[in-house]
């Protein structure tokens, strides 16, 4: 493992602990509140037990600590050269991380290490300067909770339009960035990045910009755990609410709640597990799943 264990949850968590008791300012409401705030939910049962029963000897009965230096967290060599790595790839690089420390660190991998499967070859142009300033334009306008006026082009020619940003996804799938945001009139847009062609920043959204309410939907899906399906699912789908069962050793029953504009984009990314995943509700998304298999056999006859 590239990141040891050592700064797992719980130690993270631990470590906060100890960090509030060299300061002296350890009480036991102070205790509770960082396990729940860091640690897992069984982690309001072991941590707080552990240290101050003496199982975990960093405490004192007074909530005072025998350690007299808080806990740091220096990075391995191993760990640097992965974030070495991470930060040649150019969709990283639109964020502008600090690679301070890292200059004579060498990459743990290069990126043609990787080979990508049913994506899109006609991506975003990451390293483009125009695209680049524009991202970073968009991204400054959803920290600082700015409205934009954005000029791009649309399907049926170019656009402008003043938006109060909400917020700027990825698609691993088709290898863009896409921003959304909503006009005064309460509409929704999605702009892909790529098709921006001016970003001017105005003033904060005031608080009478509420957004509308996204319409949402909801599929059940059971998944056949083979070839580490269980694992893709989580991370190809990290990007949705969703709720995990188990239902026997291999099988799992998994919800995900998506906005019911991306209805088309969910079924396809369903469609891509093959028969790992199968459609169990509601009737309306598993006739949307038979059409669309239909209409995939009568094209390749």
């Given at each position: ?113 990787f ?24 991204l ?38 896409r ?16 098709r ?22 909801q599929?059940t ?11 893709r ?69």
């Open positions: 493992m590239i990141f040891h264990e050592i700064y797992g949850s719980y130690y993270r968590t631990v470590a906060e602990v100890l960090r509030e008791a060299v300061q002296d300012r350890l009480t036991q409401e102070r205790l509770w509140d960082i396990v729940r705030e860091k640690g897992f939910r069984e982690s309001a049962v072991t941590i707080p037990e552990a240290l101050t029963k003496g199982k975990w000897p960093l405490l004192r009965k007074d909530l005072s600590t025998p350690i007299k230096h808080e806990p740091t967290t220096p990075l391995s060599d191993i760990q640097k050269m992965w974030m070495k790595a991470l930060l040649q790839d150019p969709r990283i690089r639109l964020f502008s991380p600090s690679a301070e420390g890292l200059e004579e660190v060498p990459p743990l991998f290069e990126a043609d290490f080979v990508y499967y049913d994506r899109c070859s006609d991506g975003d142009p990451f390293g483009d300067p125009e695209y680049g300033e524009h991202f970073r334009l968009l400054l306008a959803l920290r600082e909770k700015r409205r934009v006026r954005v000029r791009y082009d649309g399907k049926r020619g170019g656009l402008r339009k003043t938006l109060t940003p909400e917020k700027m996804e990825y698609s691993s799938k088709d290898d863009k960035f921003f959304t945001g909503y006009s005064e009139g309460g509409i929704f847009y999605t702009v892909n990045v790529a921006v062609k001016r970003v001017e920043l105005m003033g904060r959204a005031g608080p009478e910009a509420v957004a509308p309410a996204w319409r949402c939907g599929v899906l059971e998944l056949w755990d083979d070839r580490n399906a269980l694992e699912a989580m991370l190809h789908f990290s990007d949705l609410e969703k709720e995990t069962v188990r239902l026997d050793e291999r099988r799992y029953r998994i919800t995900l709640t998506y906005r019911q504009e991306d209805e088309t984009e969910i079924l396809i990314r369903i469609l891509s597990f093959g028969p790992m995943l199968k459609v169990t509700g509601p009737e309306h998304f598993v006739g949307l799943i038979r059409e669309r298999l239909r209409r995939q056999k009568s094209c390749g006859r």
